[in-house]
């Protein structure tokens, strides 16, 4: 049946605890498992008639093969996101299945969560400038590969940080690119995620028009 065909029932067949129990969306099911094997973490990811359609795919494919495209696209761009394992749909008896597998980032946690936990209040200003310049730069070489996030909010930026009196040292990553595609142009994904991400962001005018001048920056050298 072939190495693909194998892999999908091997992680289709695992278990481990929930981290996002099924849910009924897009007249589907989708949920997502935490599983460890050889003593490494993984998210599994299962769709049962979960699917999305485009010119591509009229009549639908599991958004988890989006996703699982996404990911690897976002891998080649060199944008920080979790790494795609394996990702595969296949149709039983008329029904569109979908597998999703990642490995875990370890230690981030997004952004609405790290605010709300106070940890940007330890930040100078020059410290809290710096987030936004590296979250520019990730965006604008995310969106120069003709790649959009497509739900571009604060809550899928993930961060993980170590503040102490003398240094800020964070990493950045994106996650939930259930809806991300490609763009014919860098600007056409920019135009798409940069407003949304201004809807669904807490940070003040002047932090927005320091985020909007670094990337503005950052975008005008990448393409």
Known sequence: ?????????????????????????????????????????FFVKRQTGHLFRSLRYPTGRPTALREGIALSRLEELGVNAPKPVFYGARKVRGTWQGVLVTADLGGFIDL???????????????????????????????????????CMRSKHIFIKASITDTDFDFELALLDLEKSRGRATAMGAARHDIPQLRRHSFWDESQWQHFLSCYEQAIGRAI
Do not use: C, I
């Not at 129990?21 to 589907?28: A, D, H, I, T, Y």
């Open 112 to 150: 609405d969560t790290w605010y709300s936990q106070g940890s940007a209040s330890r930040l100078t200003t020059e410290q809290h400038q710096q987030l936004f310049k590296r979250l520019a730069q990730m965006l604008a070489r995310m969106h120069s590969g003709k790649w959009q996030h497509g």
């Open 1 to 41: 049946m072939g190495r693909a065909h194998d892999e999908f029932e091997y992680w289709w067949g695992t278990s481990g605890s929930w981290v996002e129990p099924p849910n009924v969306r897009r007249s589907g099911t989708s949920g997502v498992q935490l599983v460890v094997q050889d003593n490494r973490t």
